[in-house]
């Protein structure tokens, strides 16, 4: 079975702080996506990755950047967390091909005080 | 642009009864892939079923079928013989080929199965 793990399953950090998410997968998929799901809005795209050290901008990149030194992990980076990034944040990967579904990890919620 | 319309933010069943819940997409693609997902409250998104474009059948997957309409552009999930497990949040998602790396998903719908 395909298994995505995050760093924490919950997180409270203070405004202005760096935050790292970290999601790590033992599929050996190439592709890695940070969601951000917030209620009424679905699962909106922060960043993607198609290979190590590869990474491309989804809807919402602004405020965040992302880290991909090794095939099975993919790191999410607040450079300085915001009130507004307070949300759940969702990790998944998937092999290539549109056919392909997503394997997700458990999420991390994320409160900036 | 995609775009996922799931109209139904809650929805309630009786135990052991059947649902539907409701996915129209948008796309001028003619090769595609749809797909549903489950989230119990514990977060985590489990893939429930998928249905091509060019698939002829409908996706069954035990108590899970998808109500392929090609050319109305939806793609409900039906859920039969519901269970109380069952209540937990559903999300329809798109991916186009050309885009393989581009999912979409819909605002999702709260179903809440009574015993």
């Known amino acids: 079975d395909v298994k995505v793990t995050q760093s924490s399953r919950y997180l409270v950090k203070r405004t202005g702080e760096k935050v790292f998410l970290e999601c790590v997968q033992d599929m050996d998929h190439e592709n890695m996506f940070w969601y951000r799901q917030d209620p009424g809005l679905g699962l909106r795209l922060i960043y993607f990755s198609y290979d190590v050290k590869m990474k491309e901008k989804g809807d919402i990149p602004e405020g965040y950047s992302v880290s991909r030194e090794k095939k099975e992990r993919f790191s999410l980076i607040l450079e300085s967390a915001s009130t507004n990034q307070t949300s759940m944040y969702l990790c998944a990967s998937s092999l290539g091909g549109f056919q392909e579904t997503q394997y997700f990890g458990p999420g991390t919620r994320l409160l900036v005080l | 642009a995609q775009k996922i319309t799931q109209t139904q933010p809650g929805m309630f069943v009786q135990e052991k009864e059947a649902v539907t819940l409701d996915c129209t997409y948008d796309t001028s693609d003619p090769s595609y892939g749809l797909f549903w997902y489950k989230q119990p409250s514990s977060g985590e998104m489990i893939f429930l079923i998928y249905?091509?474009?060019?698939?002829?059948q409908n996706a069954t997957e035990g108590r899970y079928s998808l109500n392929f309409q090609k050319a109305r552009k939806s793609a409900n999930l039906v859920i039969s013989a519901s269970q109380l497990g069952d209540s937990a949040m559903y999300f329809c998602?798109?991916?186009?080929?050309?885009?393989?790396?581009?999912?979409?998903f819909g605002a999702g719908t709260r179903l809440t199965v009574k015993p």
């Open positions: 998602a798109m991916r186009e080929a050309p885009n393989n790396n581009d999912m979409r």
């Open positions: 249905q091509g474009s060019y698939d002829q």
